[in-house]
């Protein structure tokens, strides 16, 4: 048996110097979307998500709360960890970069690129951008009037003794993997503004810190330095599946885990914002073409993609700390309570910034979307549907058999649902989660259609008509199993709830099993069995009235 495709994808890892808010929820809520919907594809899928904090803002924060950098760590680390937890997140590993496996690892990568030449001792000095913990260009300086292009505040003149990576080396092999991989970089307008800044020049970039009060992973070798905090993150990707089976050495000094992981790298997507796609698009894969070359790591390819999403704004206004108005996790709860996790998930997928826009969140879309699309259109179709079957036969689906000629559009139902999969296959692959969310609720809609052309309550008083009565409605549960397979990853709570409603928790217990998914297999049409019931239940999105 050939082994099933392998699918990797990544969040970033966030910063410990304060509880998760929505910009964390939703990258990680995206990355757990595209996991599931590559689970239900029945591949070999790994998620990562995780914290970052080796960050001078976490020794900042710690200090205000009286607490020791580690200590703040641990604090929001845990808040991260039991928030996505809470959500119901599946991501199989939540790597922490105080962890001592990736700082082993770190060490490993940082002693074989000093060996090669590409990191060296030097000294720099130019526009430091404090918050973001980063070299600003002075053309980028001056055309901010030496301001922080992220938070506005004043950049500071700095000079440092550090170790660089020689990124300035790395300007023609980049271009040149831009050229040949154009969907590296997503959004495509994204791609663009990469290519455009790396075609002016690269600086050779810092790769370790000295200061931070130490809070950082030494320089192997070299301990008054620690490794920049932006390297040590980045390497996360890799050291959480740099790891390979007992009696299984491997190419290279890999420690030996319990597990083989290496067969998941290269990531297939590493999901990040707008504001830190340099770092993803520029600095990581040219450290990784710098990596490839050392003895020992031939074996680590460049990712598949990075897919830079915009920022969600709160209420028409920039989130910001001074405003107070960040939409964090108490709002959040709050959210989930009144509507239901799902209900927040398919707002985030489908009303979210997935291009490059930003997108507002604000409590009026939020309800409009809810009522539009799931209390009026999905739960409303499965209850009508459901009450039908209840009055007219006893709560099981009736077969398909009879008088199917005889209903005005059926003969096309099976190629509309087939139409809907493979739109909304399309759209997952390409992070396009409102598409698919958009093909599952057409899919619904076209019922609703399909019932008021056919008029099965209105046939249904002439018993004669029973057994065309009883394929309509076939084809109505039909489509929805059909469409609840579509819109699975984005609610998969509430579509878990329905197939449990008729007879299909087999899909939910298979799913559980990793890769034992089987979209292609389950969404052909007509294999809902004959006499499957169907429980009308609680509605699955009572309609909101505030
Ligand atoms: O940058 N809208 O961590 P971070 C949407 N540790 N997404 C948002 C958002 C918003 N308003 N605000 C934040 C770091 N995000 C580094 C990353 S990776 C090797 C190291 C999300 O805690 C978005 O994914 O500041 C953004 O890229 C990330 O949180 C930044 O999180």
Known sequence: ?????????????????DRPHIGHVYSTTLADIAARYHRLRGEDTFFLTGVDEHAAKVVDAAAALGLTPQACADKFAAAFEETFKRLDMTNNDFIRTTQERHKARVQRYVAALL???????????????????????????KENEYKSPINGKPLVR???????????????????FLEKHPKFVRPEARLNEVVA??????????????????????????????????????CNYLTTVDTLPAGQQGEGPTPVGAEDRRRYWPADVHLIAKDILWFHAVIWPAVLMALAKCPGYGWIGLP?????????????????????????????DGYIQRFGIDALRYFLATAGPLGTTDSDFAEARF??????????????????????????????????????AAIPGAADYAHVAEQAVAKAMAAYEALAFDGAAAAG???????DAYIEQTQPFKLAKDPANLPQVGTILYHCAEALRVASLILWPILPHKMEELWERMGLGAYAAALKNRGSGQLGVWAKWGQLAAGAPIQKGEPLFPRYQA
């Not at 048996?1 to 110097?17: G, L, Q």
């Not at 590409?118 to 973001?132: K, N, P, R, S």
């Not at 809810?370 to 009026?376: C, F, I, K, Q, T």
């Not at 609720?441 to 019922?447: K, N, Q, S, T």
Request: aromatic share 14%; with cysteine.
């Open 1 to 17: 048996m050939s082994s099933p495709a392998r699918f990797y994808i990544t969040t970033p890892i966030y910063y410990v110097n």
């Open 115 to 141: 060996k090669s030449g590409d990191v060296y001792l030097g000294e720099y000095e130019g526009w430091y951008d404090a918050g973001q913990e980063e070299y600003v260009t002075e053309s980028k300086a």
């Open 158 to 176: 700095k000079s440092e003794k550090n170790y660089f990576f020689r990124l300035s080396a790395y300007q023609k092999p980049l271009l040149e």
């Open 197 to 234: 800044r790396v075609r002016e020049g690269l600086n050779d970039v810092p790769m370790s810190r000295t200061g931070s009060a130490g809070w950082g992973i030494p320089v192997p070798g070299d301990e008054q330095h620690t490794i920049y905090v932006w390297i040590d993150a980045l």
């Open 304 to 332: 598949g993609s990075v897919y830079a999403h915009s920022f969600w704004i709160a209420e028409g206004q920039k989130m910001s700390k001074s405003l107070g108005n960040f939409v964090d996790i108490e709002k959040l």
């Open 367 to 404: 309800i409009d979307v809810y009522n539009a699309e799931l209390a009026n259109a999905l739960g409303n179709c499965f209850s009508r549907v459901s009450n039908m079957t209840g009055r007219y036969f006893e709560g099981k689906i009736p077969g398909p058999g009879a008088a199917v």
């Open 441 to 447: 609720l057409e899919l619904v809609r076209a019922v």
